[in-house]
């Protein structure tokens, strides 16, 4: 397990694709799990382990994940992640490439919670959600692109929902468009940076992952 960042309140790690941010039944080992094992072994600690899950990114994306290690940082942090106050960095690989070098998306997502799919549509739709998020195309070759997404909602499953409606589905997310899934299961997108306020120390943090050789890139 890599961690990328940690204090007495907060600690945000790099979480693998195919492992689950919280446990679930016949799955590998989840990182909140993990986490727990880090903190119980590094600080000697009796008993069992506080770590609030701020944040989920799903099983098959790779990237930056915060815990908070007090109750304290969870619920300041659950209330600036509701008020929109962290500024969330993704990016991906996918097929094609967009029309235009930088742009923004605005689509209306409906989820299927029985097929796990998010559909997205160009105009208002009954029980449907706004979704936008902007783009910034950083590289091009051999019909891939690779993209910077910056979210201005947060909606299950919204960036590979309006890529896929784009014309450019991720990388290895056949679910979403592609062609053809990727070797480990994985799809190419990754949680690249988060930027907020710290919830007790009320400094800026910013944590990403530049100098990682885990971070996606295009090649």
Not at 96 to 106: A, D, E, F, N
Not at 132 to 158: A, D, N
Request: with cysteine; aromatic share 8%; hydrophobic share 35%.
């Amino acid at each position: 397990m890599t961690v990328l960042f940690e204090d007495n309140h907060l600690i945000a790690v790099f979480k693998k694709s195919g492992q689950t941010v919280q446990p679930e039944p016949g799955k590998p080992l989840s990182l909140d799990d993990e986490i727990k094992l880090y903190i119980k072994k590094k600080y000697n600690k009796p008993g069992a382990v506080y770590l609030g899950v701020i944040h989920r990114i799903d099983m098959p994306v790779s990237g930056i994940v915060i815990f908070a290690k007090t109750s304290k940082a969870l619920t300041r942090m659950n209330e600036i992640f509701h008020d929109r106050e962290v500024q969330k960095t993704y990016r991906c690989i996918v097929e094609g490439q967009p029309k235009l070098k930088k742009g923004s998306l605005v689509h209306w997502l409906r989820q299927d919670p029985v097929k796990n799919f998010t559909k997205a549509f160009e105009s208002k739709v009954s029980n449907a959600v706004e979704a936008r998020l902007s783009f910034e195309v950083l590289k091009s070759i051999k019909g891939k692109s690779l993209l910077e997404i910056h979210l201005e909602t947060g909606r299950k499953h919204q960036i590979r929902a309006q890529l896929s409606a784009m014309g450019c589905p991720i990388l290895g997310d056949v679910k979403y468009g592609a062609s053809k899934p990727n070797p480990d299961q994985s799809i190419a997108l990754q949680s690249f940076s988060l930027a907020f306020i710290h919830p007790v120390k009320n400094e800026p943090v910013y944590i990403d992952l530049s100098s990682s050789p885990a971070q996606i890139q295009l090649h």
